[in-house]
């Protein structure tokens, strides 16, 4: 007897097989698809604000090209990202209308603000060290066009983890003012970047069913524990602490423990209410408005080689 749309859709997701544009999927599934695809294009591309601020003030000719190169692969992951989002249906267009209009969500970290030259060595070693235990996982998502996307992206956030690093490691080699600075930034953006995970498994609406579907290899949780052990062990090499009197290495759990986390925190910033979630939405607007002239003339261009 043949197998339904449906069956055939378990059975590849049990084997291991991938999900390709053109396959039978669950509604359900698209949509969760294009909702974290989208949310995660969206991040990249107001991802690059915060950093962009330090792009005039860097503080060396090498440190502004680097950073400059950091901010151009953002732009590429959110490109590869919308197209791949665009596989199943939904178009770049509505997407950003989405993000625009609030509907659509972009990661909690991006509302906090960048006020020193550490902030950009804090960012690659912490947020992009979230964001690499979060999507290497991900390269072994389910569905095909967002797995492969998830290759070349963890490749260029690897060198972004590290270029962080190397600048938060020459600052705590450097004066007192400026291993203060670094200590200062490791204070602000510790609790944020374990918040980047999102909220504690019991919290979380979608993890089952995308676990289920192989969307997600490991739980919020799961990946925060892996992400607080690395950054414990690594905090040590710079100097430094992070700003937890309850971390401590558990033998038994053979993890570390670590304090509560501000969940009120999160829910007001990812409710639009944190303290950069107006002026980033502006800025992507203002953006967007001001490119109107280079759509109009990439349509024009494309209309009139189609003739
Ligand atoms: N911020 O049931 P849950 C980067 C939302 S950028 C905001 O756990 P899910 C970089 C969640 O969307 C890389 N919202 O959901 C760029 C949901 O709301 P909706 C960013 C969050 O989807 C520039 C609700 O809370 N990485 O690397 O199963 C410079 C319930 O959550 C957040 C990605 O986007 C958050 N932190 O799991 C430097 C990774 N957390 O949609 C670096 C891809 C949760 O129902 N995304 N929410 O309204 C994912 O892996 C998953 O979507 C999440 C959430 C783990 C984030």
Redesign the pocket.
């Known amino acids: 007897m043949a197998l339904t749309p449906e069956q055939v859709f378990d059975s590849k997701v049990d084997q291991e097989i991938r999900i390709e544009p053109r396959d039978w999927m669950p509604d359900k599934y698209r949509q969760t698809l294009v909702?974290?695809i989208s949310?995660?294009a969206h991040?990249?591309i107001v991802?690059?604000l915060p950093?962009g601020n330090w792009i005039t003030r860097a503080p060396s000719l090498r440190r502004k090209a680097t950073l400059i190169a950091k901010v151009q692969d953002?732009a590429g992951?959110g490109l590869y990202l919308y197209s791949a989002a665009e596989t199943l249906g939904t178009s770049r267009t509505e997407m950003i209308e989405q993000l625009h209009n609030g509907k659509a969500?972009?990661?909690?970290?991006?509302n906090y603000p960048t006020i020193s030259w550490a902030d950009m060595g804090a960012?690659g070693w912490l947020?992009?060290g979230a964001?690499i235990m979060?999507?290497v996982p991900?390269c072994r998502t389910s569905y095909g066009p967002y797995a492969r996307a998830m290759v070349r992206i963890c490749k260029e956030?690897s060198f972004?983890q590290r270029q962080g690093f190397e600048i938060l490691l020459t600052l705590s080699r450097g004066t007192e003012a400026q291993r203060h600075m670094c200590q200062d930034s490791i204070n602000r953006w510790w609790w944020p970047s374990v918040?980047?995970?999102?909220?504690s498994d019991d919290a979380?609406?979608?993890?089952a069913q995308?676990m289920k579907w192989k969307i997600?290899r490991f739980t919020?949780d799961e990946l925060r524990q892996k992400f607080v052990d690395i950054c414990a062990e690594q905090v040590k090499l710079l100097g430094m602490t992070l700003p937890d009197p309850l971390l401590n290495w558990n033998e038994v759990r053979q993890h570390y423990d670590f304090g509560p986390i501000n969940w009120e925190e999160f829910w007001s910033v990812?409710s639009g209410n944190g303290p950069c979630n107006k002026e980033r939405l502006d800025a992507r607007v203002k953006a967007h408005e001001e490119g109107e002239w280079v759509r109009q003339a990439a349509n024009a261009y494309a209309k009139k080689h189609r003739q």
Do not use: C
């Open positions: 909702r974290q949310q995660h991040s990249e991802g690059m950093e953002e992951h969500k972009y990661s909690s970290i991006f960012i947020v992009d964001a979060n999507q991900l956030e972004h918040m980047m995970f999102g909220p979380s609406p979608h993890t995308s997600k919020n990812i």
